[in-house]
T-cell receptor
Framework: GESVGLHLPTLSVQEGDNSIINCAYS??????FIWYKQESGKGPQFIID?????DKRQGQRVTVLLNKTVKHLSLQIAATQPGDSAVYFC???????????FGSGTRLLVRP | GAVVSQHPSRVICKSGTSVKIECRSL??????MFWYRQFPKQSLMLMAT?????????EQGVEKDKFLINHASLTLSTLTVTSAHPEDSSFYIC?????????????FGDGTRLSIL
């Protein structure tokens, strides 16, 4: 079913440090995963995705790691910048080939 | 590429008013669009899947007569909140997917903040 967050965990990092945001997904049938970034008052912005036949994928300053054994997904942001401050959501496709189930989100705060 | 535009960005209206929100895919065609609702500090909750040329598929607990969805073209889906009441106040976000494969990301509009007085 849908994942509804009752609160937002917060990760506070120093500008220039690396950030790691974690996500435990719920459905072992999920074979596609996405990370989104949502700034205040805006819609989610696609960051990076990964399919279940991979365990790592890299983008520009971001890396997604997938551990299917423990149903864990992480997003690593290198050299975190103030503009990275936002709420980050992981999403999985679950049993559906077209719907997404969103995690509860993590707020990233970057200290100058 | 893959730009989704949502309009209006903000609506404030009286209780009992019906409100229409538009979602457009600007640079691609989308046979499927999605409508979400988001409360403050919470995640996105899927309300319905909008299918071009056919009826929308609603998630459990979402009233189809309350939230009317029309997907008349490959680039436009609309959500109408009928006879809106204060409890309908929320952030409504649409998304669209490029292509039909299950391993394609959804691209989101910037949301509509609905406030019912």
């Amino acid at each position: 079913g849908e994942s509804v967050g009752l609160h937002l965990p917060t990760l506070s990092v120093q500008e220039g440090d690396n950030s790691i945001i974690n996500c435990a997904y719920s459905n072992s049938a999920s074979d596609y995963f996405i990370w989104y970034k949502q700034e205040s008052g805006k819609g989610p912005q696609f960051i990076i995705d990964i399919r279940s036949n991979m365990d790592k994928r890299q983008g520009q300053r971001v890396t997604v790691l997938l551990n299917k054994t423990v149903k864990h997904l992480s997003l690593q942001i290198a050299a975190t910048q103030p503009g990275d401050s936002a709420v980050y959501f992981c999403a999985e496709n679950g049993d559906s080939s077209y719907k997404l189930i969103f995690g509860s989100g993590t707020r990233l705060l970057v200290r100058p | 590429g893959a730009v989704v535009s949502q309009h209006p960005s903000r609506v404030i209206c009286k209780s009992g008013t019906s409100v229409k929100i538009e979602c457009r895919s600007l640079d691609f065609q989308a046979t499927t669009m999605f409508w979400y609702r988001q409360f403050p500090k919470q995640s996105l909750m899927l309300m319905a899947t909008s299918n071009e040329g056919s009826k929308a598929t609603y998630e459990q607990g979402v009233e189809k007569d309350k939230f009317l969805i029309n997907h008349a073209s490959l680039t436009l889906s609309t959500l109408t909140v009928t006879s809106a009441h204060p409890e309908d106040s929320s952030f409504y976000i649409c998304s669209a997917r490029v292509g039909q494969g299950g391993d394609q990301p959804q691209h989101f509009g910037d949301g509509t903040r609905l406030s019912i007085l």
